[in-house]
C-alpha cells in the first residue's frame, strides 16, 4: 500500500496550486489528511478529511485559502491552495489513517504517507 502525490511546483504569491493524492493497493477507506514541513521545523496540520468528504478540518493558518476534497476514485483526495502566501512554501505530505471517525490533526495519527511535494511560493 502507498501513497502518490502530484502536482506542487512554484507559485506567485495571490496564486493558486492544486495537489492530488491517490492511495493504491488497498481498497479500505481511509481518513486523509495533508501537513506541510520546512526545513528545520516540525510538520504541521494542513487539512483533513473523514472517510467520504463529509468532515473537513483545517489549520488556522490556511483556513479560508485552501480546500481539501475528495476526487472521483475512492482513495484520493486533493489539496486546492489558493491566495497563496510565501509562508506557504514547504514540503507537502499527503497522510492516510484507516481507521477512525471523523478527522484528525496530529502526524502520529496516520499509518500512510506520501513521498512529499515541494510547494514554493515567490513573491
Known amino acids: 500500500v502507498q501513497l502518490v502525490e502530484s502536482g506542487g511546483g512554484l507559485a506567485q504569491v495571490g496564486g493558486s496550486l492544486r495537489l492530488s493524492c491517490a492511495v493504491s493497493?488497498?481498497?479500505?477507506?481511509?481518513?486523509m489528511g495533508w501537513f506541510r514541513q520546512v526545513a528545520g521545523k516540525e510538520r504541521d496540520f494542513v487539512a483533513s478529511?473523514?472517510?467520504?468528504?463529509?468532515?473537513?478540518d483545517y489549520g488556522d493558518s490556511v483556513k479560508g485559502r485552501f480546500t481539501i476534497s475528495r476526487g472521483r476514485a475512492k482513495n484520493t483526495a486533493t489539496l486546492q491552495m489558493n491566495s497563496l502566501k510565501p509562508e506557504d512554501t514547504a514540503i507537502y505530505y499527503c497522510?492516510?489513517?484507516?481507521?477512525?471517525?471523523?478527522?484528525?490533526?496530529?502526524?502520529?495519527?496516520?499509518?500512510?504517507w506520501g513521498q512529499g511535494t515541494q510547494v514554493t511560493v515567490s513573491s
Open positions: 497522510a492516510a489513517k484507516s481507521m477512525g471517525v471523523g478527522t484528525f490533526n496530529r502526524p502520529s495519527d496516520y499509518d500512510l
Open positions: 493497493g488497498s481498497n479500505v477507506t481511509y481518513v
Open positions: 478529511m473523514s472517510w467520504y468528504g463529509a468532515i473537513t
